[in-house]
């Protein structure tokens, strides 16, 4: 079965620990997307990558950090820097030439005390 | 930024009645598309528009691209408890390199 796949789905750290969020699609999917959701809120655009080892800041992205290694996974950093890190956090993905339709996976809720 | 108004916040309706909700901007969107997404789990993509005045059915869901490419419209007739969830519009602006803007969402629940 083709999808993307987000693990763990709920992840619990200290403050001041960087934690990395997985994200991997089988879709071959060109293009990918990571999303913060905050309660009673849409989805802001923290980072994007439309090719293997090329990304751009969305519009929250400091106290994140990215890497597009290979074309299947695409890992979402929370730094310490984030002042506000707990959040529900999306990854989409998309085929280039149709970037609009995005596809989401199941999401991961990070919460840091 | 660039800012979607997503109307009504929350609806709570009974069981076969027709559900309307909508997605206002003052900037000019070259794509919109709804989502619906359960507790805990991601957005499902439900319409995707394209073009201004389309108009595009998915089962019981009907979505409309407004004229002025300022708005867009989701229908959903005989609503049935399995509706319930949240629904996102999203657009693309005008001249944008591929970035989506996301409503805040409204809310259904549906009484059997």
């Known amino acids: 079965d083709g999808g993307i796949t987000q693990s763990p789905k709920y992840l619990f750290r200290k403050e001041g620990q960087n934690v990395t969020l997985s994200c991997e699609q089988n879709l071959n999917h060109d293009a990918m997307y990571w999303y913060r959701q905050d309660p009673g809120q849409g989805l802001r655009l923290i980072y994007y990558?439309?090719?293997?080892?090329?990304?751009q800041k969305g519009d929250i992205a400091e106290g994140y950090s990215v890497s597009r290694e290979k074309k299947e996974s695409f890992p979402l950093t929370v730094t310490s820097a984030q002042k506000n890190p707990t959040a529900f956090y999306l990854c989409?993905?998309?085929?280039?030439?149709?970037?609009?339709?995005?596809?989401f996976g199941p999401g991961t809720r990070l919460t840091v005390t | 930024g660039q800012q979607l108004n997503q109307s009504p916040q929350s609806m709570f309706i009974q069981e076969g009645e027709d559900v309307s909700m909508n997605c206002t901007s003052s900037?000019?969107?070259?794509?919109w598309l709804w989502y619906k997404q359960d507790p805990g789990e991601g957005p499902v993509l439900l319409i995707a528009l394209y073009k201004a005045g389309e108009l595009t059915s998915n089962g019981r869901l009907t979505a409309q691209f407004g004229i002025t490419r300022k708005d867009s419209f989701l229908n959903i007739s005989a609503s049935i408890p399995s509706d319930v969830g949240i629904y996102f519009c999203a657009g693309q602006l005008s001249g944008n390199t591929g970035k989506l803007i996301f409503g805040q969402g409204t809310t259904l629940q549906v009484k059997p």
């Open positions: 900037s000019i969107f070259n794509t």
């Open positions: 989409a993905s998309s085929y280039r030439d149709r970037r609009y339709e995005q596809y």
């Open positions: 990558s439309q090719i293997v080892n090329d990304f």
